[in-house]
């Protein structure tokens, strides 16, 4: 990817202004940013995708403790 590409995704995410926030509306800082990938049309309702790139560990922990849990789990089966 060239560097002008790069810099256009980047003017490109603070016009849409995209974030993650919990359920109560606070935002929580990515070091990778959001994407959005819509494969409705192929697959259905199901094929919208939403990734959260360079998502912090407390908040992580604290919002998805069943995949932390299933995680530590995974590595002491090893």
């Not at 995704?9 to 109560?24: E, G, N, P, V, W």
């Not at 990778?32 to 998502?55: H, K, N, R, S």
Request: glycine share 12%; net charge positive; hydrophobic share 30%.
């Amino acid at each position: 990817m060239s560097s002008t590409s790069g810099d256009k995704k980047c003017r490109l995410k603070k016009h849409l202004k995209l974030a993650i926030r919990d359920a109560r509306g606070g935002e929580i800082a990515s070091s990778g940013g959001v994407q959005i990938m819509d494969y409705c049309a192929e697959l259905g309702p199901e094929g919208l995708i939403v990734e959260i790139l360079g998502f912090p560990y407390p908040p992580y922990e604290e919002l998805f403790p069943q995949h932390v849990e299933a995680y530590g789990q995974h590595w002491k089966k090893k």
